[in-house]
C-alpha cells in the first residue's frame, strides 16, 4: 500500500480529534477550543470540520488495506 501525503495528513488530523476527544472524555478540558478561541469561534469551527472531514476520509483507508492484503496474499 503506497502513502499519499493526504493519507498521512488525515491520519494526523484524526490522531489530533481522538486526543482532543480523550481531553474532553477524561479532563472536561476541550484543547482545539482552548487553542482557538472557544467552541464557537471560526478558526475551531473550520479545525473540528477539517478533522470531521479527516475522519470521513480515513474511512477510505479500510478499502486501501482490504486491498493490499488480499493482493500480497495472491
Known amino acids: 500500500m503506497q ?3 493526504l493519507d ?3 491520519l494526523t488530523l484524526v490522531v ?3 486526543i482532543n476527544w480523550g481531553l474532553i ?3 472536561k478540558f476541550d484543547l482545539v477550543a482552548t487553542l482557538f478561541g472557544g467552541m464557537d469561534s471560526l478558526v475551531s469551527r473550520i479545525v ?3 478533522i470531521g472531514l479527516a475522519g470521513l476520509y480515513c474511512v477510505t483507508l479500510y ?3 482490504g486491498n493490499s ?3 500480497t496474499t495472491r
Do not use: D, E, H, V
Open 3 to 5: 502513502t499519499r501525503p
Open 8 to 10: 498521512w495528513t488525515a
Open 16 to 18: 489530533i480529534g481522538a
Open 25 to 27: 472524555g477524561f479532563f
Open 48 to 50: 473540528y470540520a477539517l
Open 63 to 65: 478499502a486501501k488495506i
Open 69 to 71: 492484503q488480499t493482493s
